[in-house]
């Protein structure tokens, strides 16, 4: 069985690497850091299984799916920490889905119907079950459109879970004061900590309220609870000044849409 890993966290491809290598019939033909290396590697190397974690900044599990070929999509394993994701992988029609934490049962439980499905695909049924999958990636990628439409209604999560060093914290949005970005990380600012996460400021500012949380840069998100006062500078620029002292640079494009914000509170 050729396999591919895929995940942004190296130590999970760490974990998982090893736990495969007891498997005496599981050939491990690429890892892959990101969805763009997962594509390539896919086209070039024609696996039989991908283990193909979710998030991923850029480009993730199931836009990787989506711009695959029908006839070279492998059987896929989803894996996560993540299980908010779950419903949506099942709906992909993935052959399975693994919670991270998970033990070597639980991954052999997945090996186990892998194979299964590797001795009994044929032709037809593999073209089926490929039409049906990225049919649904099509409908998702619509419902995608209506929730974004519908966000600006809705408020954000009680809790995020973030991956930061290999593990998984937790923290609830109102704590967060500010967001920046940093090339491929966010860097979320809470009290006197900082956590980077992998990930772009688009792709975790959906994730948050955006009655709550507004861009005032191209780089910079800002928990306008915590804003304390507005300075200006020249060329139509301000300093955004926070409770805690902290003084974040807001580009002018986006001084009318803080303004209007502060002004309703």
Known sequence: MRVILVDDEPLARDRLRAMLAKESDVE????????????QAIRKQNPDVVFLDIQMPELDGFGVLGQIKADRMPEVIFVTAFDEFAVKAFEVHALDYLLKP????????ALGRARERLRASSPAGLTERIDALLASLEAEKDKD???DKERSDKPGPDRLALKVDGRVIFLRPADIDWLEAQDNYVKVHVGREAHLVRDT????EGRIDPRRFIRIARSTIVNIDRVREMQPMFHGEYVVILHDGSKLTMSRGYRDTLQQYLGGK
């Open 28 to 39: 491990i033909v690429a890892e892959c850091g990101d969805g763009k290396e997962a594509l």
């Open 102 to 109: 998970f033990d070597r049962d639980r991954l052999r439980e």
């Open 201 to 204: 400021l688009s792709n975790f």
């Open 145 to 147: 459109k209506d929730r």
